[in-house]
């Protein structure tokens, strides 16, 4: 499923997720609680918060909340307070406020410190209001409100009910949110809006994890202590300090001058990042030691506010040295080695930019990542020449460059475009990268996103032309990445769609396909392009399993478990672009107990074209009804299910807040078929494989291990009593051929999953970070027989898709 984070949100500091995956990215997350939505507001908002002053390894002394005026006049806070909740608030919990006065400048900010800490060393710009209030460094919810009289609500539902909160800011775990709560709150990090001031009444897309940049209505603050991040120096400060910037780098992933200040740091600056909250400038030491594990760049970070200098201007930077975890420490990734409250002197303008080191075939290693048995990398010196985590992590900020790249994962919406650097490696049959084998990292992928105010619009296969360079970047979207300061242009490799055969008259036909949240509240264009994909590129399949059709109002959290709208209109789409009439059969599951968005009630469902097939109805399936095998005919020599549609032990611990199969019985042509629709729980919450443990530790794949436990044990009860029983498995099964949870699915050769007899470069099914790889599968039974199988690329792979995966089709004759 894509990310839902708005364009202006996608800079580096400024992108975080509630969950972080490695390769493979679909699929539910856990159900929240109901979300408080005020409406989005054009004027004044709450801008950031930050609940870590004075705690354990905080600079700044206070908490404080500031807001910000996306207005083009003043607005006036007389007789408004901002307040505040604890996270977890029971029936007991009071909010706290702080009463305002003055008003937020146009355009500008509003400064209100809170409680001080028992540590820190720096105090925040002056305020603008003074309270008392100790947030939470992690967890809380805090509200702008039209009256300074403490709220009384205390669930979320009752908040956005409250026409008094003008603008309310869910963080951490906090129950009271705007659709889901903000991520990356902590000790040195507040959460915060990008410089547009941006509103959508989600707090998980709306603010962001990031360094503390308190600033006032006088504009005084931004950086880490509220200093100018480029103040104009005294001519005293222009002699170099003792310390390059290959001496703050060091030789492993952490600076040895990690929490200290350093002075008059000289190098040029080589590129700008002048938007966003993850606001800052790359400088370079153009006279670089002998050191191949030190990198001779790094990041300035500003904050919020515009760097004042320019690529080419020779510099001297003071700052705090900081470790910055993109999306959290707790997400698993690797740091980047910033300063940090800068005061920063131009010595000169118009110098010569160090030479972009140029990467090509032979540059990077092969072996991706050091092994530390699942421990942390980032004690290790840096093996630049054996491990490309390494050869990155040694040219962090440094300018690089790059000639002629297959282009091996399609451009996102945010302009975001992923390369091989080694054409040979894995390569698939249409142009991507194959991920084959967990210990098979393919090194040779490179995010290029830009710097340059354009951005590429690639599918896979395409060639990024001529030089693009920039420097080294990382982020908890995919890891290292090249900022493009320079981008080549897009040559295409006229990559189609692909369409399946039809299938004969005597060949039953059954596909799966993901269709990405699915409701009435999704645009009619977006039912009539899979709609399309039904009919064109699948050929009207007898069967389609579908995954994540949601309730008929989607994420609104109403209790509304029926998808009858849903389906209505998505088999309606189908009927317009010229397929049969198809019927539908699902099982509604109890209110949010499947995962997936919050509110949408996901669920497995089956179309199916009753002029070709017969669905066999047994009444009784319910959310909660485990359906079974049993004997059928006079003599109970025959087998038939308990309750169809049904559920496969669906109260099992397996299951809990994931989705459920959905198991039913059909015939075609005289003959009994049992499918069964899957869509396991997703990988969120494993470590990144980019990231400081190595390997990364896959702790959702135990639930999914579980999951695809409880279906092969119902598909060998079932082959027990029939074991020339014709069986079709199917569905997003979020894992590949060779993991674990896919070998307990098959164990006993109860199933093939078809997927393994294609032909190697052509095993995938959605692409992800660069990678080609295998989420969604069809597996049979030995009694099927004769079949033929395709995976349909017409999604995954291209820029413009009508969901993030491709479907696939099986013919059984």
């Known amino acids: ?18 969950l972080t995956v490695p390769v493979g990215l679909v699929g539910s997350l856990i159900a929240l609680p109901f979300t408080a939505e005020a409406s989005p507001s054009p004027d004044a908002v709450i801008s950031e918060v930050f609940g870590g002053g004075g705690n354990s390894g905080a600079s700044l002394t206070n908490d404080f909340i500031e807001l910000g005026n996306a207005g083009d006049g003043p607005f006036d806070l007389t007789g408004w307070s901002v307040q505040y909740l604890s996270g977890a608030p029971t029936s007991a919990s009071k909010w706290q406020a702080t009463p305002l006065t003055g008003a937020v400048p146009a355009g500008g900010s509003y400064l209100i410190q809170e409680a001080k800490g028992a540590g820190g060393d720096t105090a925040l710009p002056t305020a603008d209001a003074t309270g008392t209030i100790a947030l939470s460094a992690t967890s809380g919810t805090v509200a702008l409100v039209h009256s300074t009289t403490p709220l009384t609500c205390v669930t979320a539902a009752d908040c956005a009910a409250d026409a008094g909160i003008k603008d309310l800011v869910g963080f951490g775990t906090a ?50 202590g509220g200093g100018d991040p480029t103040p ?40 700008v990042r002048a938007t966003g909250s993850s606001r800052g400038f790359w400088y370079q030491d153009p006279q670089p030691d002998k050191d191949a594990a030190t990198s001779e760049a790094v990041f300035v970070f500003t904050g919020s506010v515009t760097p004042q200098v320019k690529p080419g201007d020779s510099v001297l930077v003071s700052g705090k040295v900081s470790e910055y975890y993109p999306g959290g420490a707790a997400a698993g990734g690797q740091s980047v080695t910033e300063l940090t409250a800068p005061k920063t002197v ?22 991706y990542a050091p092994d530390a048995k699942g421990g942390n990398i980032e004690p290790l010196t840096l093996l630049p020449r054996k491990y490309a985590l390494d050869w990155f992590e040694s040219r962090e900020g440094m300018l690089v460059r790059v000639g002629d790249s297959r282009i091996v994962g399609a451009s996102n919406q945010y302009g975001e475009t992923w390369i091989t650097t080694k054409p040979r490696q894995n390569p698939t049959e249409r142009g991507g990268t194959l991920y084959s084998a967990y210990d098979e990292q393919n090194s040779g992928r490179l995010l290029v996103a830009s710097l340059t105010g354009t951005s590429l619009t690639a599918n896979v296969g395409d060639t990024l032309k001529g030089v693009t360079s920039g420097p080294i970047d990382y982020s908890n979207f995919g890891g290292y990445s090249l900022q493009a300061t320079t981008l080549g242009t897009t040559k295409s490799a006229g990559l189609r769609q692909e369409v399946a055969k039809k299938a004969k008259s005597d060949e039953l036909a059954v596909a799966t396909y993901n269709v990405e949240n699915l409701d009435p509240s999704d645009p009619q264009a977006k039912f009539d392009r899979l709609a399309v994909g039904i009919v064109k590129n699948l050929a009207t399949p007898d069967i389609v399993s579908l995954e994540e059709i949601q309730d008929n109002n989607g994420a609104t959290d109403d209790g509304t478990l029926s998808a009858d709208k849903t389906l209505a209109q998505f088999t309606a789409a189908i009927q317009a672009a010229g397929g049969p009439a198809y019927s539908w059969r699902s099982v509604d599951p109890q209110d949010k107990t499947d995962g997936g968005e919050p509110g949408g009630n996901i669920r497995n469902v089956f179309l199916f074209n009753p002029k070709r097939v017969s669905f066999v109805d047994h009444p009784g399936g319910d959310a909660t009804t485990a359906t079974k095998v049993v004997p059928a005919g006079k003599h109970g020599k025959d087998i038939t299910l308990s309750v169809s549609p049904g559920r496969i032990n669906p109260t099992s611990d397996a299951w809990l807040n994931s989705r459920k199969p959905l198991v039913g019985e059909f015939t075609f042509r005289g003959d009994q078929y049992f499918v069964i629709g899957n869509h396991f729980n997703s990988k969120g919450g494993d470590q990144p494989v980019y990231g400081r443990f190595q390997p990364p530790t896959l702790s959702s794949e135990t639930q999914r291990l579980s999951q695809a436990k409880e279906v092969n044990t119902f598909v060998s009860g079932l082959l027990a009593k029939d074991r ?3 069986v079709v498995v199917l569905g997003d099964l979020n894992d590949y051929p060779f993991s674990a949870p896919v070998e307990a699915l098959t164990h006993g050769r109860v199933l093939t999953d078809l997927m393994s007899t294609l032909p190697r470069d052509e095993r995938y099914s959605y692409v992800y970070d660069g990678n080609s790889q295998t989420l969604d599968h069809i597996l049979v039974s030995p009694g099927v027989g004769k079949l033929s199988y395709d995976v349909v690329h017409l999604n995954a792979e291209f820029s413009d898709q009508a969901s993030d995966h491709d479907p696939q089709v099986v013919h059984i004759g």
């Open 346 to 367: 131009v010595l000169s303008s118009g110098n010569p930019l160090p030479a972009a080191e140029a990467i090509d075939a032979r540059t990077i290693p092969e072996t």
């Open 175 to 224: 129950t009271v949110r705007e659709t889901s709560p903000a991520t990356g709150a902590g000790n040195t990090t507040s959460v915060s809006r990008n410089a547009t001031l941006t509103d959508t009444d989600n707090n998980a897309a709306d603010l962001t994890g990031s360094a503390p940049s308190p600033r006032n209505s006088a504009g005084t603050g931004g950086g880490d």
């Open 1 to 18: 499923m894509p990310s839902s984070i708005p364009p202006a949100l996608r800079g580096r500091r400024a992108r975080l997720v509630a």
């Open 724 to 726: 020339k029983a014709k």
């Open 232 to 271: 104009t120096p005294s001519p005293s400060d222009t002699t170099p300090g003792d310390l390059r910037i290959h001496d703050i780098q060091g030789a492993t992933r952490i600076s040895p001058q990690a929490g200290a200040t350093v002075g008059n740091v000289p190098g040029v600056v080589t590129a």
